[in-house]
C-alpha cells in the first residue's frame, strides 16, 4: 500500500490545501478503502472559511471529509467487516459513552461521540477526503448491486433528512413544509415524498434551491422573503433546515395549531430570537434532530431500488486535484445543491 495520497486538508481559516498526506498503519479492525467520490458538506466549507464549526475549531491541520463511498482495497486483518473488492458507504461516527447520561439506544447522543473529519476534540479526527483513507470496519456499508457510487455518495446525508422525518412522526396524508433547501433540505423534501407526505411545501430564498426541491418531490414552493405566504401554509409538520432564526421563525408560523417542528439545521450557539408565544398559544411540538443512528442502511436500499428518487440534489462533480473551485461552487448555494469530489 501507498504511504502517502492525494488529500484535502484544511490548514485555517482560507487555507484550504490538496497535497499528499500519509497513509497510516491500519489496526487489525480497519480496513483500506479507495475512495471513489465525497460530498463536500456544510461544515467542510465552515472549517474553510472559518477555521472552526460552531465550536469546533482548527487547531492544526485537519483532512476534511465525511460523506464518502468506496472500494475496500485492502480488508481488516481480523476479519471484521466486508472483503476487499466490496463497495461500500461509511457511516462516519464513533459513539462513545461516558459519564453524561444518554439513551442508550440513542448513540447519536452520547457525549463522546466523533466524526470524521471534526475538530471537536483534539487531536482532531481526521477526515476521508483522500484517495486512499484507513477507516473502521465497522463503519463500512456494502453497498447493493444496483446502487452506482454517485447516487450512493448521498447517502450520509440522506440519512441525516431521513432521521429528521422519522422525528416528525408519521407523515402520511399530512402537509409538511421545509425551511431551507440547500442539500439538506431538498433530500428532506425527497424522504417527506417518500414517506407518503400529501402535500410539500418548500421555501429558501433562491430559485435554484426551489428548483431542486421541486425536481425531488415539493409539491410547491416559496420564496423565504415572503413571510406573508409562509405564515398561511398551515402545515402538520414543518422541519427548518436552514440553521439560522429567521428560518425558525418561519418554521413556527407556517405550523398549524397542535403541529411539530422538527429543527433540523444547526443554530448558531449563544441565544436565539423566536416567537415562543406562538409555541405555546398553538401547543406546538419543537423537537431537535442531530445526525442519524441505523438509517443509513434503510437510505441505501432505497436508493437502490429506487423508491427513494434524490439524484437531482446533485448539482456538480469536480476531479479532486480541482477541489478548490469544488468548495467554491458549494459555497455558493444560490447556484449549486451537493457537489462531490472525485478521486
Not at 433562491?206 to 414552493?221: K, L, W
Request: some cysteine.
Amino acid at each position: 500500500m501507498t504511504e502517502t495520497t492525494l488529500g484535502v486538508v484544511a490548514h485555517a481559516a482560507d487555507d484550504l490545501r490538496v497535497e499528499q498526506v500519509p497513509v497510516r498503519r491500519p489496526a487489525a479492525d480497519e480496513a483500506v478503502v479507495e475512495i471513489a467520490f465525497g460530498g463536500i458538506c456544510g461544515s467542510d466549507l465552515h472549517y474553510w472559511t472559518h477555521g472552526a464549526a460552531g465550536e469546533s475549531i482548527l487547531k492544526a491541520p485537519m483532512l476534511l471529509g465525511h460523506e464518502v463511498v468506496g472500494t475496500v482495497a485492502a480488508a481488516a486483518a481480523d476479519g471484521s467487516g466486508p472483503a476487499a473488492g466490496t463497495r461500500v458507504a461509511v457511516h462516519p461516527a464513533t459513539p462513545k459513552s461516558g459519564t453524561v447520561r444518554h439513551p442508550e439506544d440513542r448513540p447519536n447522543l452520547s457525549p463522546g461521540c466523533t466524526y470524521l473529519g471534526s475538530a471537536a476534540q483534539f487531536p482532531h479526527t481526521e477526515g476521508a477526503f483522500a484517495k486512499y483513507s484507513v477507516l473502521p470496519s465497522r463503519m463500512l456499508r456494502p453497498l447493493p448491486d444496483t446502487l452506482d457510487f454517485r447516487t450512493a455518495a448521498i447517502a450520509e446525508p440522506a440519512a441525516v433528512a431521513w432521521h429528521a422525518v422519522a422525528r416528525a412522526g408519521d407523515v402520511t396524508g399530512k402537509k409538511a413544509l421545509v425551511v431551507g433547501c440547500g442539500p439538506i433540505g431538498a433530500l428532506v423534501v425527497a424522504v417527506l415524498a417518500r414517506a407518503g407526505a400529501a402535500e410539500i411545501v418548500a421555501v429558501d430564498l433562491h430559485e435554484t434551491p426551489r428548483e431542486i426541491a421541486r425536481s425531488v418531490g415539493a409539491t410547491r414552493t416559496l420564496d423565504a422573503s415572503d413571510s406573508e405566504s409562509i405564515a398561511c401554509v398551515d402545515a402538520d409538520v414543518v422541519i427548518e433546515c436552514s440553521g439560522n432564526r429567521f428560518g425558525l421563525e418561519s418554521a413556527i408560523r407556517g405550523a398549524t395549531r397542535g403541529g411539530r417542528v422538527v429543527m433540523l439545521g444547526l443554530l448558531p450557539t449563544g441565544m436565539q430570537p423566536a416567537p415562543l408565544s406562538l409555541v405555546i398559544t398553538r401547543e406546538l411540538e419543537l423537537v431537535g434532530s442531530f445526525r442519524f443512528n441505523s438509517e443509513i442502511d434503510d437510505v441505501l436500499e432505497a436508493l437502490a431500488d429506487g423508491s427513494l428518487d434524490a439524484g437531482a440534489v446533485v448539482t456538480h462533480t469536480f476531479g479532486v486535484d480541482d477541489a478548490l473551485e469544488a468548495f467554491a461552487v458549494a459555497k455558493d448555494s444560490a447556484h449549486s445543491g451537493k457537489v462531490l469530489l472525485e478521486f
